[in-house]
Every structure is written in C-alpha cells, then in structure tokens.
C-alpha cells in the first residue's frame, strides 16, 4: 500500500500541486449579534475596500459592488402579510451570482436578502483559513435577524449556500416555511472527495491561477474544498437520522452536473426531503419533459441554441445579465489558456455552451461553461409560486 507521501507525490505530479503558506488575511465579516443588515453591510463594504484584490483599478468601486451582500424590498404596492428570503450564495462565488434572481423574486412582493461568507469577495487566499462554522454563523445570524423582520421566513442557497440553508431549516423548522435551493451542494463529484480533509494540512492547492472575473475566484485551496466536503457529509448524516418532514423544499438542478453528484441530491429528495409539498425541478440533456409527484423534468438539450445542457452555475443565471447571460462580457473557459481552444473560447461569437464533460466536448473542443439559464423566467415563476403557496 502506497504510504500517504507517495499519494501526495503522485498527485502533485498529477495535478500540479503548490504549496503556499496559509493566509492569515481577513476572512470576512460575521454579522454581530442584534446587528442591523444596513451596519453589516457598512461594515463589510469597508473591510472590501482595504481587501478585494481589485482587476482594474479603474473599475474599483464597481468590482467592490459586484460581491457585497445585499437586500431588495418588496415594492410599496405590496399589501398583507410580508415574506422574507435568505439566499448564500456558493464556494468560491459571491452575492453577484445571486442577484438576478433575487431583483425578479422582489418583485413578487418578496423581501430578499443575500449574504456574504467568510472567505469570498477579495481573494482567493482568504478561503485557506476559513471554517464551516464561520459560513454556518453568518448564515443563521443573518437568518434570525431576517426572520424577525417578516411574517413568513423563507432561506435558500446556491450550492454550498444551499446546503447552508438546507442544515438551517433542519435546526429551526418552528421559524422556517421552506427552503429553495439551486444545485444543492449534498455530495461532492467525486469518489475521492473523502481525501480532501486529509490532504489540506499537508496541500493548499491543487492548482492556483489569479482570477480574472470580479465576481467570482478561479482556484479554490484544498483546506476549503475539505471545508465544503464535511459541510455536506454532516448534512447528509443529519438528513439520515432525522429526515426532513415539517419544511417544503424546493430544488432546481442539472442532472449531469460536474460540481455536485446530483444522483445523490436526488436521492436524498425522495428518502429525507418527504414533505408532501416539497418539489425537485431536473434539468436534463436526455429526459424528455414530464411531471411526476413531486418531481418534473425539463429537457435542456437545444442544438439550435447550441446549448447541450444546464451547469452546476446555470441554474439560477438569467440570460440577460451582463455579465454572465448570453451576451455576458465573461465567459468561463476551462482550457490552458496558453492553448488556441482558450482562445477561441472566449472570443468565438457563436460556440456551444453547457456542463463541462462529454457530451459538451462531443459538439466542439472549444465549448464553454454555460452561466445562464434558458428558462429563466419559468424558475422564477415556480419558486415565486412555492414561495406564495408555502407562506
């Protein structure tokens, strides 16, 4: 049997392994107890201004915005009882990814918060020191002081945030009416996730470039990866012993997702997520669309859109943001980018877009990670609907 060293010797080689000491810069702002949302977001925006590692020192202000954690308010038109969401945005993201969703949901006369956790918005170096217990304390802090302030309290999350949300309404199901979740993370993709705890002492990275998106990190440190794995380890143990029956959930995912074993998400949806108004939305390359209890299935592969599938990111995306819709000014590459693919890429007006993987690579060698979502505006529609059902 291979001794521990050599495993990390052949995986360094593998993966080109760095070994950087750990960061001790800021790891964010956790809300105070009793803390006003407006303090809190004063307090981070200027922990951004001495910490964002800043793209364009000409766009400075606009990169610090693109990741701080805001609120939209229901308009004054808006009569009865008020309704509140909660929303975490993922590993390695920031409240940006959030905000197309959140903007439309307020409009349905919802009041929406998102958060920033600990680790993200400045650099990617920020996430080698950070605990899952500081991303679960912004969260349920940021969650009570929301949940004071409306009639019915929603939480939700992309991801990482989703699984926050998800451990969220399992300690508090007395406070919560549902949570919706986008591409929960509930498993890693990997069948050697498990090694992820036990390299992070020894390796910071698997691989490390610089960013050069604003919004979002291109590397993530190994302790971090180790981080989200037990995350969602101890979230499935608590689903298994205790399943989830007093709160709806709602769940929109890709069924090939490169990030999160969706088989498991879905798994878990039937065995530990068994409210009877709980619903999972599957976004399928190959599944023709359907509606079964509980469970529907929309069929995404759309060659004459060049779209083979929905990504991990896509899901909440809409496909009139700025940045990341269809006519986003970034696109996410995954090619050497000293390679001619990486070029093309990025710079091709019109490629394939979808999940990273075979089928993608099967329509071109130069394809790139979708962000938004085609349909968009019918999500919005299904949670505005589980969210006015449910409250």
């Given at each position: 049997?291979?001794?521990?060293?050599q495993?990390?010797?052949?995986?360094?080689?593998?993966?080109?392994?760095?070994?950087?000491?750990?960061?001790?810069?800021?790891?964010?702002?956790?809300?105070?107890?009793?803390?006003?949302?407006?303090?809190?977001?004063?307090?981070?925006?200027?922990?951004?201004?001495?910490?964002?590692?800043?793209?364009?020192?000409?766009?400075?202000?606009?990169?610090i915005?693109?990741?701080?954690?805001?609120?939209?308010?229901?308009?004054?038109?808006?009569?009865?009882a008020?309704?509140?969401?909660?929303?975490?945005h993922g590993?390695?993201?920031?409240?940006?990814?959030?905000?197309?969703?959140?903007?439309?949901?307020?409009e349905?006369?919802?009041?929406?918060?998102?958060?920033?956790?600990?680790?993200?918005?400045?650099?990617?170096?920020?996430?080698?020191?950070?605990?899952?217990?500081?991303?679960?304390?912004?969260?349920?802090?940021?969650?009570?002081?929301?949940?004071?302030?409306v009639?019915?309290?929603f939480?939700?999350?992309?991801s990482?945030?989703?699984?926050?949300?998800?451990?969220?309404?399992?300690?508090?199901?007395?406070?919560?009416?549902?949570?919706?979740?986008?591409?929960?993370?509930?498993?890693?993709?990997?069948?050697?996730?498990?090694?992820?705890?036990?390299?992070?002492?020894?390796?910071?990275?698997?691989?490390?470039e610089?960013?050069?998106?604003?919004?979002?990190?291109?590397?993530?440190?190994?302790?971090?990866?180790?981080?989200?794995?037990?995350?969602?380890?101890?979230?499935?143990?608590?689903?298994?012993?205790?399943?989830?029956?007093?709160?709806?959930?709602?769940?929109?995912?890709?069924?090939?997702?490169?990030?999160?074993?969706?088989?498991?998400?879905?798994?878990?949806?039937?065995?530990?997520?068994?409210?009877?108004?709980?619903?999972?939305?599957?976004?399928?390359?190959?599944?023709?669309n359907?509606?079964?209890?509980?469970?529907?299935?929309?069929?995404?592969?759309?060659?004459?859109?060049?779209?083979?599938?929905?990504?991990?990111?896509?899901?909440?995306?809409?496909?009139?943001?700025?940045?990341?819709?269809?006519?986003?000014?970034?696109?996410?590459?995954?090619?050497?980018?000293?390679?001619?693919?990486y070029?093309?890429c990025?710079?091709e007006?019109n490629?394939?877009?979808?999940?990273?993987?075979?089928?993608?690579?099967?329509?071109?060698?130069?394809?790139?990670?979708?962000?938004?979502?085609p349909?968009?505006?019918?999500?919005?529609?299904?949670?505005?609907?589980?969210?006015?059902?449910?409250?």
């Amino acid at each position: 049997m291979l001794k521990l060293k050599q495993i990390i010797s052949v995986l360094c080689v593998s993966f080109s392994c760095l070994f950087i000491p750990l960061s001790h810069a800021g790891i964010g702002v956790i809300p105070q107890e009793k803390e006003t949302f407006s303090d809190y977001v004063i307090r981070v925006e200027s922990f951004l201004q001495q910490n964002k590692k800043i793209l364009d020192p000409q766009n400075k202000q606009q990169e610090i915005q693109a990741v701080m954690p805001f609120e939209f308010l229901p308009s004054a038109d808006c009569k009865g009882a008020s309704t509140g969401l909660l929303l975490s945005h993922g590993l390695s993201d920031s409240p940006y990814g959030m905000r197309s969703i959140a903007r439309l949901l307020s409009e349905s006369c919802i009041h929406v918060r998102v958060v920033l956790l600990p680790g993200h918005g400045t650099g990617a170096e920020d996430l080698i020191d950070v605990t899952r217990d500081e991303w679960r304390q912004v969260f349920n802090r940021s969650a009570l002081t929301l949940k004071a302030e409306v009639d019915s309290f929603f939480v939700g999350g992309f991801s990482t945030g989703g699984a926050l949300a998800l451990d969220f309404a399992l300690s508090h199901p007395d406070i919560t009416q549902g949570a919706v979740l986008f591409s929960p993370l509930l498993k890693i993709n990997s069948s050697i996730d498990w090694l992820s705890p036990i390299l992070s002492p020894i390796i910071t990275w698997l691989d490390h470039e610089e960013t050069d998106d604003y919004a979002k990190y291109a590397s993530i440190p190994v302790p971090a990866i180790a981080q989200a794995y037990k995350t969602a380890k101890e979230l499935r143990n608590r689903l298994d012993t205790t399943p989830l029956s007093d709160v709806p959930v709602f769940i929109a995912l890709p069924d090939q997702d490169a990030t999160v074993d969706s088989a498991v998400t879905q798994e878990i949806f039937s065995n530990s997520l068994i409210h009877k108004k709980s619903q999972m939305l599957i976004y399928s390359s190959d599944m023709e669309n359907q509606t079964q209890t509980r469970i529907s299935v929309q069929k995404v592969y759309l060659p004459e859109q060049k779209i083979t599938g929905l990504s991990h990111m896509s899901i909440h995306g809409s496909p009139d943001d700025k940045h990341y819709g269809i006519k986003g000014d970034y696109r996410i590459c995954d090619f050497d980018k000293d390679k001619g693919d990486y070029k093309r890429c990025k710079s091709e007006p019109n490629i394939w877009f979808g999940e990273k993987g075979e089928l993608l690579n099967s329509k071109s060698t130069y394809g790139a990670r979708i962000t938004w979502n085609p349909y968009f505006d019918s999500l919005v529609e299904d949670v505005v609907q589980f969210i006015q059902s449910n409250s």
